[in-house]
């Protein structure tokens, strides 16, 4: 149990830091970056490895780079369904995948 929230926390921090990096992602409070957290969890549980395998042929052709389109989608889906939660362009929202991406990789190799 201990872990699970720890990981919520850490993924709601990333989110807070990569708000802070990348211009166009934007997040009112750490408040929204824990619903936020939750939100993205649930669409990469049930969405994201639909979108994969969809787009499966590209990825492969990208070595797969496009998954990152692919966690922007999910990132962009997250915003459209919270107030608090902003991506204001697709380049924003692909920034902001790797971004994120990275600032995980971090936080997650602290621990």
């Known amino acids: 149990m201990l872990t699970l929230i720890l990981?919520?926390?850490?993924?709601?921090?990333?989110?807070?830091?990569?708000?802070?990096?990348?211009?166009?992602?934007e997040i009112r409070d750490?408040?929204?970056a824990m619903i936020a957290s939750i939100v993205v969890g649930f669409l990469n549980m049930t969405l994201r490895w639909i979108l994969i395998i969809l787009t499966l042929p590209i990825n492969i052709l990208t070595l797969?780079?496009?998954?990152?389109?692919?966690?922007?989608?999910?990132l962009k889906a997250a915003a459209a369904f919270m107030d608090s939660f902003k991506i204001k362009t697709w380049g924003s929202a692909i920034i902001g995948a790797l971004?994120?991406?990275?600032?995980n990789v971090i936080l997650f190799g602290l621990i």
């Open 7 to 25: 990981t919520w926390v850490l993924s709601a921090a990333a989110l807070m830091i990569t708000s802070k990096l990348v211009s166009g992602f």
């Open 30 to 32: 750490f408040k929204s």
């Open 99 to 103: 971004v994120l991406a990275i600032v």
């Open 64 to 74: 797969g780079l496009f998954t990152f389109v692919v966690n922007a989608m999910i």
